[in-house]
């Protein structure tokens, strides 16, 4: 019987010293700054950036974090981290206007777009895609950082997002692209060819012919109209107002992140907490039932092996001992159920805090919500009936 005691602690004893080796998440301690390299850049080669509203990646959310993530807050989020993104690439001077775009309606000449792959307050991962006017595709890449709770502290809060360092190498990695691929005159045919898209979609006939594709279905320029051209003209100051209207729900946006910023940032704190409390717990489940199956099958081979009374009573007590280990594990996993519901919680609390405003235009009163698009796509009727009256008078 001893023996087979022995042989049964045995094996639970390696069974826990086999599953107590666990997988660290290697966390980022370094800052990358915003390189900024364009003090002496005149304006006209300065490329206006379009940094449209993100995709919340419901349809991408990875396996085993479906429970974890509230669909609620990655729809916040889907506004909220373009913005921070459109501020960084602002603030760093390496290009001209940046605005976060409510749509691609309006023709920029480098357009921004990205998915969210992952955000639980202790990682982030998103997926960027960047291409140009003429729809020459830059490139897409996957940036992903994995913090510590030293990005919450007070101090850390007040200088920047706590995944900053995420904005900051999608700006230098912009930055990077243009000064190694675009000379001066493929920046002056981007910018020539993001005001003739405008022009073409307010008057496809006068201006349809500037425009061509080549081989590869890019577009490119094939003719110019006068620079006193009326129509063109016309069609700048139409999208100078357009550009009005977009600086306007820039504001709304702005608004929309300031609000958000101290729930978010409390939500993201308190999932900080969550999200490792819930891998310690899948983790202490996991040695339990490893340890526990281990211990289960030793009792059993005691039992069922043993030729006498005392292996077989040996046996069942490793069973039972091993039934205990596996129901530990069952409770631990039911302990992670309440605290998936937290966060569930707390993702309720954020959509509470963060309403849709309302802002005043000059002749109307725009809600900004999910429908700033159909506000948007509205406006740009007012501007095409603008235009028509005025271009009928020439």
Request: overall charge negative; some cysteine; hydrophobic content about 40%.
């Given at each position: 019987m001893i023996l087979s005691l022995n042989r049964v602690a045995a094996i639970a004893a390696l069974a826990l010293?086999?599953?107590?080796?666990?997988?660290?998440?290697?966390?980022?301690?370094?800052?990358?700054?915003?390189?900024?390299?364009?003090?002496?850049?005149?304006?006209?080669?300065?490329?206006?950036?379009?940094?449209?509203?993100?995709?919340?990646g419901i349809d991408e959310i990875r396996r085993g974090e479906e429970e974890l993530t509230n669909h609620e807050i990655r729809v916040a989020e889907s506004r909220y981290a373009p913005f921070l993104l459109s501020e960084t690439l602002q603030r760093s001077g390496?290009?001209?206007?940046?605005?976060?775009?409510?749509?691609?309606?309006?023709?920029?000449?480098?357009?921004?777009?990205?998915?969210?792959?992952?955000?639980n307050g202790e990682a982030m991962a998103m997926r960027i895609e960047v291409s140009d006017s003429t729809g020459r595709h830059w490139y897409t890449k996957e940036y992903d950082e994995v913090i510590s709770q030293f990005s919450y502290e007070p101090s850390q809060r007040q200088q920047n997002d706590p995944f900053q360092v995420v904005y900051n190498n999608i700006a230098n990695d912009l930055l990077a692209y243009r000064e190694q691929n675009l000379a001066a005159d493929r920046i002056l045919e981007i910018r020539t060819v993001s005001e003739m898209l405008f022009a073409q979609r307010f008057?496809?006939?006068?201006?349809?012919?500037?425009?061509?594709?080549?081989?590869?279905?890019?577009?490119?320029?094939?003719?110019?109209p006068a620079q006193n051209d009326p129509l063109l003209q016309r069609i700048r100051d139409i999208r100078e107002r357009d550009?009005?209207?977009?600086?306007?729900?820039q504001d709304y946006y702005a608004t929309y992140a300031r609000q958000m910023r101290l729930p978010y940032d409390s939500w993201r704190e308190q999932s900080y907490q969550e999200t490792i409390t819930l891998r310690e717990l899948q983790d202490s489940a996991k040695r339990r039932f490893i340890a526990g199956t281990?211990?289960?099958?030793?009792?059993?081979?005691?039992?069922?092996?043993?030729?006498?009374?005392?292996?077989?009573?040996?046996?069942?007590?490793?069973?039972?001992?091993?039934?205990?280990?596996?129901?530990?594990?069952?409770?631990?996993?039911?302990?992670?159920?309440?605290?998936?519901e937290?966060?569930?919680?707390?993702?309720?609390?954020?959509?509470?805090?963060?309403?849709?405003?309302?802002?005043?235009?000059?002749?109307?009163?725009?809600?900004?919500t999910g429908s700033v698009e159909e506000q948007y796509s509205q406006w740009r009727e007012i501007l095409a009936d603008l235009y028509a009256a005025e271009a009928d008078s020439f």
């Open positions: 010293m086999v599953s107590a080796c666990e997988t660290h998440t290697v966390k980022s301690t370094t800052y990358t700054p915003v390189i900024s390299n364009s003090q002496d850049v005149p304006e006209e080669l300065l490329l206006d950036v379009g940094v449209t509203i993100f995709d919340p390496n290009w001209g206007i940046v605005r976060l775009m409510p749509n691609a309606a309006s023709p920029m000449d480098v357009l921004v777009s990205g998915t969210i792959l992952q955000s008057s496809p006939d006068a201006f349809s012919e500037y425009l061509g594709e080549d081989r590869r279905g890019n577009l490119q320029i094939q003719a110019l550009f009005m209207f977009i600086d306007t729900v281990a211990v289960v099958l030793g009792g059993l081979a005691a039992a069922t092996q043993g030729g006498n009374y005392a292996t077989q009573t040996g046996g069942a007590v490793g069973v039972g001992a091993g039934a205990y280990l596996i129901k530990s594990g069952f409770d631990k996993q039911a302990e992670a159920r309440i605290h998936m937290a966060l569930e919680e707390l993702g309720e609390s954020l959509e509470n805090e963060v309403a849709p405003r309302v802002i005043n235009l000059e002749d109307r009163t725009i809600t900004l």
